[in-house]
């Protein structure tokens, strides 16, 4: 199970960190990825933290904006993003990839077979 939190409502420039948290995985290893989607929009890959190795991987519309983390005695992975943009407005979640692939683009998604039910993240301008 996947719980998203953090979201919330923040002016343009500002920050928030999203957290989610991962409970009652068989897995040991295992990637979580962050996605988000505004209205009308596709869902689409942000961000990937592996647990195996903590590699991460971003797309490159937040890469120097967006930081993920992952506190593996917590089991929670964290997105601080900062610099937000109202068209960063969107419902944001986590998934799990059991296969710790980490892909980020639309065919990819297939992969998380495990989706938290978002936290909204609206940034006014």
């Known amino acids: 199970q996947l719980v998203e939190s953090g979201g919330g409502l923040v002016q343009a420039g500002g920050s928030l960190r999203l957290s989610c948290a991962v409970s009652g995985t068989t897995f040991d290893t295992y990637a979580i990825g962050w996605f988000r989607q505004a209205p009308g929009k596709e869902r689409e890959g942000l961000s990937c933290?592996?647990?195996?190795?903590?590699?991460?991987y971003y797309v490159d519309s937040v890469k120097g904006r967006f930081t993920i983390s992952s506190d593996n005695a917590r089991n929670t992975v964290y997105l601080q993003m900062n610099s937000l943009k109202p068209e960063d407005t969107a419902v944001y979640y986590c998934?799990?990839?059991?296969?710790?692939?980490?892909?980020?683009?639309?065919?990819?998604?297939?992969?998380?077979?495990?989706w938290g039910r978002g936290t909204q993240v609206t940034v006014t301008t």
């Open positions: 933290v592996s647990r195996t190795d903590g590699n991460t």
């Open positions: 998934a799990l990839d059991s296969q710790s692939l980490c892909g980020l683009d639309r065919e990819d998604q297939v992969l998380y077979y495990d």
